[in-house]
Every structure is written in C-alpha cells, then in structure tokens.
Antibody, heavy 122, light 110 residues
C-alpha cells in the first residue's frame, strides 16, 4: 500500500522560506504516469493546488504561486520537496503531499499524505 | 474565489438524494478535461470519490455517482447516510492554471 508522509517545521517566521519534504513508501516515486504534488488547505477553507513534479524533474506550478514555489524530487531517497519563499500569515495552512495521475494532463489524485499544519508567525 | 464553483452547503435527510454541482468554464471542464470528486471527513485528508467524471474507485459505494455535461459536473449521493456528512470538492485541470479545485461543499445530513 502506497503511503506518503509530510515532514518539516510546523512554525515558520514571516518572510522566511517554508520547506517540506514528502517521503513515499510502499512504491517508487519513479513510477510512470504519476506526478507528485503539493496541495494546501488554510484553516476552515478549501483546497489549493501548488504544483506537481514528475520523477524526471518536469514540473507544473500554479501561476498564482509560481514566483515563490519550488518543487524538487530526489529519486534516490524516494522523496519530493516543497519550498515556499517569503511567507506571510496567509500561508498558514495544512499542507498535503499527493500522487497525481498523468494522462496527457494532470488528472485525479489517488493518494494523499495525512497533512501537516504549518503556521506562519513570529 | 475558486475557478470551479460549488454551492457552499447542501443538506438532506437520511435516505434522500442530494446533488452537488461544480461549474467551470471553457478553459477547464468545458475544454473536455475530466472532473474528479473528493470527500473530506473532519480532520482527515481528502479521499478520492469519483474519478474521470463518473468512475468509482474500488471500495466506494455505488450510492455515489458523477456526471459531466458542458461546463459543469455533478455529484449525486442517493440513500443518504449520517456517515456521508463531510466536505466535498470537485477538481479538474485548467489550460492556463493547471490543477484547480472547487471551493468545497459542506453536506449536512439532517
């Protein structure tokens, strides 16, 4: 059974960079036809897609966040990571990592991590 | 404001049928991109409920069904049960924005 687990600081100061890692177990991050993505959910609000990466390093980013987001992959560790720069309080959210099917374009998400709450505060 | 529009809330009595709409545009649903639905129980990660407009993953009861027409999609839940009380999100792909979600709909079982 595939499992995804987010890890990283739960508290980040304003203007700093938020960094999270997702460790994939029970399967290979180098699987064909799957991208690996990040989604966040501010408290009490809806889901927002950040971007997704293929094991080869091909990335798709949300245009609204692209200037602050970097998603990378480390196939040797079966991990992928998120960096979000210049954070503000509005970046406080539960951050999920996920596996997303590729079928000519990004399709459905079939596996999700449990999510990790990141709070931006001084 | 979300690219895909969902009603903020719907409700129904046990045993009834409810539908949740998801309205997009010509750059996402109307462009032919598939719509997917997720159920999120309180305090948990979303769970895939319907993929590619109308397909159910293994283990999802057939009380849940999806459809798509034009620039909109719908999720229908029949035989409503108390355990169905959750938030529901639609998701698609947009030719300019990439992955997009609806704002979510809270289902209350009366």
């Amino acid at each position: 059974q595939l499992q995804l687990q987010e890890s990283g600081p739960g508290l980040v100061k304003p203007s700093e960079t938020l960094s999270l890692t997702c460790t994939v177990s029970g399967g290979s991050i180098s699987s064909s036809n799957y991208y690996w993505g990040w989604i966040r959910q501010p408290p009490g609000k809806g889901l927002e897609w950040f971007g997704s990466i293929y094991y080869s390093g091909i990335t798709y980013y949300s245009p609204s966040l692209k200037s602050r987001v970097t998603i990378s992959v480390d196939t040797s560790k079966n991990q992928f990571s998120l960096k979000l720069s210049s954070v503000t309080a509005s970046d406080t959210a539960v951050y999920y990592c996920a596996r997303q099917l590729w079928g000519g374009y990004l399709r459905n998400i079939d596996y999700w991590g449990q999510g990790t709450l990141v709070t931006v505060s001084s | 404001q979300s690219v895909l529009t969902q009603p903020p809330s719907v409700s129904g009595a046990p045993g009834q049928r409810v539908t949740i709409s998801c309205t997009g545009s010509s750059s996402n649903i109307g462009a032919g991109y598939d719509v997917h639905w997720y159920q999120q129980l309180p305090g948990t990660a979303p769970k895939l409920l319907i993929y590619s407009n109308s397909n159910r993953p293994s283990g999802v009861p057939d009380r849940f069904s999806g459809s798509k027409s034009g620039t909109s999609a719908s999720l229908a839940i029949t035989g409503l049960q108390a355990e169905d009380e959750a938030d529901y999100y639609c998701q698609s792909y947009d030719s300019s924005l990439g992955g997009v979600f609806g704002g979510g709909t809270k289902l209350t079982v009366l």
